[in-house]
T-cell receptor, first 116, second 113 residues
Framework: AQSVTQPDIHITVSEGASLELRCNYSYGATPYLFWYVQSPGQGLQLLLKYFSGDTLVQGIKGFEAEFKRSQSSFNLRKPSVHWSDAAEYFCAVGARYGGSQGNLIFGKGTKLSVKP | DAGVIQSPRHEVTEMGQEVTLRCKPISGHDYLFWYRQTMMRGLELLIYFNNNVPIDDSGMPEDRFSAKMPNASFSTLKIQPSEPRDSAVYFC???????????FGQGTRLTVV
């Protein structure tokens, strides 16, 4: 079964600083990978996704993520954080094969705070 | 499309009562997911459907929880009887195929007192 680990529960960065949120997954093959963002009181919104091809994927709001098969990682990055980026970020993995196709498993999330 | 619609947005109920949460997925989507979000456990997948058929309900915590999808445009999650530890935000999401973007509803915040 697939699983997702986000090792950082809470991260604080200064506005304008760069950001990297970590995500490691466990799956027997290359999974589908997603990053979602959740603002307070809201549902989740997709930032970006990786299915195949170029391992560096671009998303909305200036975010990008890099799939590294050797490290089983899919870290989210942004070169310059804005105050409006303060939210909770979730990494998710989807199964390509087997009876759980379609299943999306989420990490526990990383809460991002932005200092002025 | 108005997106995934969940109702009610907030529900406060007494322990022992039956609670029914409702979800209308995006038209044309053939996958529907129910998630529960708590501070302690994060976002947990409870059950998901493909073409109205339950595929994996291994995340349903107990027999008190049940979910149905009688047609492509409606699903319910029922808790009977409810307990205080069921207090959480319940999200419904739908997608147009496996490994595609899942669109989330606004969630139902359930409080059981």
């Amino acid at each position: 079964a697939q699983s997702v680990t986000q090792p950082d529960i809470h991260i604080t960065v200064s506005e304008g600083a760069s950001l990297e949120l970590r995500c490691n997954y466990s799956y027997g093959a290359t999974p589908y990978l997603f990053w979602y963002v959740q603002s307070p009181g809201q549902g989740l919104q997709l930032l970006l996704k990786y299915f195949s091809g170029d391992t560096l994927v671009q998303g909305i709001k200036g975010f990008e993520a890099e799939f590294k098969r050797s490290q089983s990682s899919f870290n989210l990055r942004k070169p310059s954080v804005h105050w409006s980026d303060a939210a909770e970020y979730f990494c998710a993995v989807g199964a390509r094969y087997g009876g759980s196709q379609g299943n999306l498993i989420f990490g526990k999330g990383t809460k991002l705070s932005v200092k002025p | 499309d108005a997106g995934v619609i969940q109702s009610p947005r907030h529900e406060v109920t007494e322990m022992g009562q039956e609670v029914t949460l409702r979800c209308k997925p995006i038209s044309g989507h053939d996958y529907l997911f129910w998630y529960r979000q708590t501070m302690m456990r994060g976002l947990e997948l409870l059950i998901y459907f493909n073409n109205n058929v339950p595929i994996d309900d291994s995340g349903m915590p107990e027999d008190r929880f049940s979910a149905k999808m009688p047609n492509a445009s409606f699903s319910t999650l029922k808790i009977q009887p409810s307990e205080p530890r069921d207090s959480a935000v319940y999200f419904c999401a739908s997608s147009s195929g496996f490994a595609t973007e899942a669109f989330f509803g606004q969630g139902t915040r359930l409080t059981v007192v």
